[in-house]
């Protein structure tokens, strides 16, 4: 069997996309409905809105922007580098996605309840940083990191061709990185 070109995997995609749209105009046009875009217009809700959005936009580009800046950075030193810092970002993905946003949504409700309500109780509301501590966690084993990253990293990564000095050379990144999971958790 040949290997599949990416010039053709993206042609696919295109065609699969502009097939799908048409499909969407054929339904519609059948069901009456008219889609049209809109010209946008700058209303005062819209710039309120805009102005609510702003900081969020701005602080999740920040990390995109640090993690393109970094690997940067990765690149220019010796080999594995890249990999070492791309593998630890991975890992730190996980319990920012799985708990920091998830406790963050589920606590943005009531949380917003009470605000509105202007209830004492919010200053007591659990924050999710708390509960994004295990790679910072002290580690039982003395290493060369006061950190839990490198059994973290061993358990998760090390199989196969991951061997044992992939996973010390990065475990101080992983350690690096979890330092900022609380903040960035809390921000959520």
């Known amino acids: 069997m040949r290997p599949v070109n990416g010039v053709a995997l993206a042609w696919a995609v295109t065609a699969a996309g502009l097939a799908q749209f048409l499909w969407l105009m054929l339904s519609c046009r059948q069901a009456?409905?008219?889609?049209?875009?809109?010209?946008p217009r700058l209303t005062p809700e819209c710039?309120?809105?805009?102005?609510?959005?702003?900081?969020?936009?701005?602080?999740?580009?920040?990390?995109?922007?640090?993690?393109?800046?970094?690997?940067?950075?990765?690149?220019?030193?010796?080999?594995?580098a890249v990999s070492y810092l791309s593998y630890a970002d991975r890992l730190n993905q996980l319990p920012l996605a799985l708990v920091g946003i998830a406790v963050g949504t589920a606590i943005l409700p009531p949380l917003s309840r009470q605000v509105r309500t202007g209830d004492d109780a919010v200053r007591c509301t659990p924050r999710t940083a708390a509960w994004n501590w295990p790679?910072?966690?002290?580690?039982?084993?003395?290493?060369?990191?006061?950190?839990?990253?490198?059994?973290?990293?061993?358990?998760v990564y090390q199989h196969g061709a991951f061997a044992q000095r992939r996973t010390a050379a990065t475990a101080p990144t992983l350690a690096a990185y979890a330092i900022g999971l609380p903040p960035s958790s809390s921000s959520r």
């Open 32 to 39: 009456g409905l008219v889609l049209a875009l809109p010209r």
């Open 135 to 155: 790679c910072c966690s002290p580690c039982r084993r003395p290493s060369r990191s006061p950190f839990a990253a490198h059994p973290i990293l061993a358990a």
């Open 47 to 80: 710039a309120a809105c805009w102005r609510i959005m702003l900081p969020g936009v701005f602080g999740s580009g920040v990390v995109q922007i640090n993690l393109l800046v970094s690997t940067a950075i990765a690149s220019l030193l010796p080999t594995g």
